[in-house]
């Protein structure tokens, strides 16, 4: 067993003050820095929603994917400020409420990438909606990038902070 601690875990030792120091730091500005990200991913959804609004047939389905697009943004913005305000004022239930947030806002724009990725597919004549099937794609995945970075930096910065 402790051989594999040492392949797998090689940095057992006890830090000191210098170290300690400078990961806090590192995560710390790595979680403003999700927080920053997600203030300005508004941008990006207001140019999606303008972008299905010009090039949308006024149908039902994309009336609901404009209303979908719309109804997360502030919960993004909500989340942007509870990761950024939580790491400024290391405020662990503003971190773990960020969270929460990043994972819940993650699996709805799972679901609005899944439906606009169908929906612009199935109407894909166009370079535009072929276009918008592709960025509605790549939101599809967005759960498993959250998961595999915004999550992890957030909550190895809320463990050190415990450590503390």
Known sequence: MERFNMIFCPDLRPLDQDELAFRRRALKQAVI?????????????????YMV?????????SKVIQYMIVAVVPFIILNGLFL???ALEEKIWALQVGIWL???IAAYETALGVMG???FSRTGYL???????????ILAISVFTVVCHDVL????????????
């Not at 609004?53 to 389905?61: A, Q, R, Y």
């Not at 909550?155 to 415990?162: D, G, N």
Request: aromatic content about 14%.
């Open 33 to 49: 820095c999700i927080g920053w990200l997600k203030l300005i991913s508004v941008i990006c959804y207001m140019v999606l929603w």
């Open 53 to 61: 609004l010009c090039n949308s047939k006024g149908t039902h389905m």
């Open 84 to 86: 950024f305000l939580g």
């Open 102 to 104: 990043c994972l819940t």
């Open 117 to 119: 990725g169908l929906y």
């Open 127 to 137: 370079t535009v909606h072929f276009l918008l099937a592709i960025l509605f794609a």
């Open 153 to 164: 930096l957030i909550h190895a910065y809320i463990r050190l902070l415990r450590s503390l």
